[in-house]
Nanobody, 124 residues
Framework: QVQLVESGGGLVQAGGSLRLSCAAS????????MGWFRQAPGKEREFVAG????????ANVDSVEDRFTISRDNAKNTVYLQMNSLKPEDTAVYYC?????????????????WGQGTQVTVSS
């Protein structure tokens, strides 16, 4: 089992920034990918960005352009999502996910473990 704990969500005005953190614990392996997804009310869960244990990054450019940056601290088993220039349409619950793979996968079914989610609300 892998436990994921997200933090850093909150309420911010449009144009502001937030940094989300996701700490992994438990049976974390040497081969893994961690991803960020988000889900707005009435919408499907959407891939935001992912990073492998070797630092390969994939982002959903269509949705977040270059406003969001994913990074990791292997020593802390923690992944971050820096979100800048936030827009009201970024409002969603953001989830961290963990997969035992070297590929940055964008499909929810590929991830074995999920965090509880953290709410991000961007006011206009």
């Amino acid at each position: 089992q892998v436990q994921l704990v997200e933090s850093g969500g909150g309420l911010v005005q449009a144009g502001g920034s937030l940094r989300l953190s996701c700490a992994a614990s438990g049976r974390t392996g040497n081969i893994y990918t961690m991803g960020w997804f988000r889900q707005a009310p009435g919408k499907e869960r959407e891939f935001v960005a992912g990073i492998t244990c070797r630092g390969v990054i994939t982002a959903n450019v269509d949705s977040v352009e270059d406003r969001f940056t994913i990074s990791r601290d292997n020593a802390k088993n923690t992944v971050y999502l820096q979100m800048n220039s936030l827009k009201p349409e970024d409002t969603a619950v953001y989830y961290c996910a963990y997969a035992y793979t070297l590929r940055v996968v964008k499909i929810t079914d590929e991830y074995a473990y999920w965090g509880q989610g953290t709410q991000v609300t961007v006011s206009s």
